[in-house]
């Protein structure tokens, strides 16, 4: 069983930065790839970033490439995902994901572990 506790989340003005961490109690987390996923309110989830064990290989959804940069530490257990020029359409809750493979996917439904989410706030 893997937890995840996101942090990081909070309210920002278009055009600010937020950097969200998401610490994992998996005693081999590197064998993890890692993602992150959101949901706005009335929206299905929906595919942020995501990374390989390595950090190797990283995938981004096109409404957040060029903006933020998805990275890990294995040796603190902890999947970052820094954002920069929010929007006001980047306000959802942020969910980080474990799955238990080293390759990661962009489908919510390949992710075995799912953190409580944390809010991400953008005002214009």
């Known amino acids: 069983q893997v937890q995840l506790v996101e942090s990081g989340g909070g309210l920002v003005q278009a055009g600010g930065s937020l950097r969200l961490s998401c610490a994992a109690s998996?005693?081999?987390?590197?064998?993890?790839?890692m993602g992150w996923f959101r949901q706005a309110p009335g929206k299905e989830r929906e595919f942020v970033a995501a990374?390989?064990?390595?950090?190797?290989?990283?995938y981004y959804a096109d409404s957040v490439k060029g903006r933020s940069t998805i990275s890990r530490d294995n040796a603190k257990n902890t999947v970052y995902l820094q954002m920069n020029s929010l929007k006001p359409e980047d306000t959802a809750i942020y969910y980080c994901?474990?799955?238990?493979?080293?390759?990661?996917?962009?489908?919510?439904?390949?992710?075995?572990?799912w953190g409580q989410g944390t809010q991400v706030t953008v005002s214009s």
């Open positions: 998996a005693r081999t987390f590197s064998r993890y790839a």
């Open positions: 994901a474990a799955r238990d493979r080293t390759v990661p996917t962009t489908w919510a439904y390949d992710y075995d572990y």
């Open positions: 990374i390989s064990w390595s950090g190797g290989l990283t």
